[in-house]
């Protein structure tokens, strides 16, 4: 319901009839209320609109990692962004309305530093997940110095554990404390990080795994 002030002839504020009057900038103004359309989404829709949202799900968790791992590929967009373009061409599988991800597929980060050589990941005690790797360092522009990006992710919770410190190249392997996703699967990943952060390798999969 509207509330006339000023009488008939002055401004109002709220709802009166199709009509909705207010004020912005002391400036009494008056609109007509927008009609109301009925939209019914086509197949195409409703499947990116599923695929959207898997996605977002899956990558929200990582934002602030994404926009450091995808940020060679992000030109005028930010690396969530480029991330999001990437995994929901690449890592959706299956018909609709049974989409899902496959997380083999999947990236958390993208670039051209070379990643290592036979990476593995074990569930240890403690909730500890430890991530192994080969040193390649002096293979193109890989360097000892190169840092590791460890990431797991808990498609239960749908959150993820992440880390841009991992360990050195040379350090051969590297942990990530994942107490908060304790007796459940998660789905792990490496990539590296060049010391002056300027370059990035594209991810590998390191499978999944149950925590301890």
């Known amino acids: 319901m509207g509330t006339i002030n000023k009488g008939i002839l002055g401004g109002f504020s709220g709802k009166v009839g199709t009509v909705i009057g207010g004020t912005w900038k002391g400036i009494n103004y008056m609109r007509s209320q927008a009609s109301r359309r009925n939209f019914n989404a086509s197949q195409k829709q409703l ?74 990941v074990t569930a240890g005690a403690g909730s500890l997940v430890t991530f192994s790797w080969t040193d390649n360092s002096g293979v193109g522009t890989a360097k000892a110095t190169d840092q590791a990006i460890l990431v797991a992710y808990c498609p239960l919770q749908k959150q993820a554990i992440y880390t841009t410190v991992g360990g050195l190249r040379s350090d ?41």
Do not use: C, W
């Open 47 to 120: 499947e990116q609109q599923l695929k959207f949202g898997l996605i977002m799900r899956f990558l929200q968790p990582m934002a602030g990692l994404l926009n450091i791992s995808f940020r060679d590929f992000a030109i005028k967009m930010t690396g969530i962004n480029n991330a999001f373009g990437y995994n929901i061409k690449n890592a959706i599988t299956g018909m609709y309305p049974s989409f899902t991800i496959d997380y083999s597929l999947a990236l958390v980060s993208r670039g051209d530093l070379p990643n290592v050589l036979g990476p593995a």
């Open 172 to 212: 051969l392997a590297g942990e990530l404390n994942l107490l908060p996703f304790s007796g459940l699967a998660v789905e792990t990943y490496i990539g590296f990080i060049a010391e002056d952060g300027k370059s990035v390798a594209t991810s590998i999969f390191t499978g999944e795994v149950t925590v301890s």
